[in-house]
């Protein structure tokens, strides 16, 4: 495992160059999910391709940008799924951004997820490796120095409501609404990774992203996204689900399958349980 979150500092130091450095214009392709892909897309998934292919214990990749598995080492032992760059349309705005993996083992599946880690860059590059416990890491002189775990407080301030309001369903606008009015904060930079890194370190809150009328599976992708998260905020003592479960539960048949996904401290988890379950 070690050797891995090395090889992910590699690909940080790399990707925060092109970042600095490269083209924010788009390219000719789409990926599977149908989205154009940025030139800086394409290049984030051939920088960490191209580190993770020389790692013996990887025995297959896949990424967000590309239709299908990888397999590299055959007696290798994990399975990782990555987001390169994620939020990448902001990078021409210079706002935040992140590249999200998910470390699998025997399958990619919520079950199997074993480790995750995400990377920030914005004024400082961060990394967070989640395995029994989330800590993080700062990119300093050119290497990353541990920082601090990661903990969330029972009941945040933050409210972070993801996709189009006018898809949203009548009860989860309620929902939003309630929250606004019981004095959170709105905090969406459109970045899953700083939105979810601002919850993480303020102490909680909720981001949301549901299940809509245009899009009923919701838009952020299970191995590549959600799951990873997922993991980090369950082992930072807060929560990951889909409205009704844990989203470590939610199957995944495809690998670019999408699921509705709520990510925050406890109190607020409970609170998208209880509105959501009366509302089937
Ligand atoms: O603009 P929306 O619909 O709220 O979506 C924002 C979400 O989409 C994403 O940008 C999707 O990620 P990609 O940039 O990797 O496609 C997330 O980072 C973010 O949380
Ligand atoms: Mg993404
Ligand atoms: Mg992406």
């Known amino acids: 495992m070690q050797e891995i979150i090395k090889a992910i500092e590699e690909s940080a130091r790399r990707i925060k160059y092109l970042i600095e450095t490269g083209d924010t214009g788009k390219s000719q392709s789409e990926n599977s999910t149908g989205d154009t892909q940025l030139k800086l897309d394409i290049q984030s998934d051939e920088i960490i391709e191209e580190i993770f292919l020389k790692i013996p214990s990887i025995k297959a990749i896949v990424s967000e940008e590309q239709d299908s598995i990888k397999n590299i080492n055959s007696d290798g032992e994990f399975l990782i799924a990555y987001d390169p760059l994620d939020g990448s349309s902001l990078v021409d705005v210079n706002l935040s951004v992140g590249s999200i993996f998910g470390i699998y083992k025997n399958e990619f599946n919520a079950q199997n997820i074993i480790a995750?880690?995400?990377?920030?860059?914005?004024?400082?590059?961060?990394?967070?490796?989640?395995?029994?416990?989330?800590?993080?890491?700062?990119?300093?002189?050119?290497?990353?120095?541990?920082?601090?775990?990661?903990?969330?407080?029972?009941?945040?301030?933050?409210?972070?409501?993801?996709?189009?309001?006018?898809?949203?369903?009548?009860?989860?606008?309620?929902?939003?609404?309630?929250?606004?009015?019981?004095?959170?904060?709105?905090?969406?930079?459109?970045?899953?990774?700083?939105?979810?890194?601002q919850i993480l370190l303020k102490g909680g809150g909720l981001f949301s992203y549901p299940g809509t009328s245009d899009k009923p599976k919701g838009k952020l992708r299970q191995l590549f996204e959600v799951f990873p998260f997922a993991l980090a905020f369950e082992k930072a003592g807060g929560g990951a689900i889909d409205g009704f479960k844990r989203v470590l539960e939610v199957e995944t048949s495809h690998i670019h399958d999408t699921t509705p996904c709520f990510f925050g401290s406890n109190n607020e988890i409970k609170r998208v349980l209880e509105v959501y379950s009366k509302n089937v």
């Open 116 to 197: 995750s880690v995400y990377v920030v860059f914005g004024p400082r590059v961060e990394m967070v490796v989640t395995t029994d416990d989330v800590k993080m890491y700062r990119l300093l002189n050119n290497e990353f120095k541990f920082i601090q775990n990661i903990k969330l407080n029972e009941k945040g301030k933050l409210n972070a409501p993801g996709s189009t309001q006018n898809c949203w369903a009548p009860f989860h606008k309620q929902l939003i609404d309630d929250i606004f009015n019981d004095g959170y904060r709105l905090r969406y930079s459109g970045g899953m990774v700083p939105d979810l890194h």
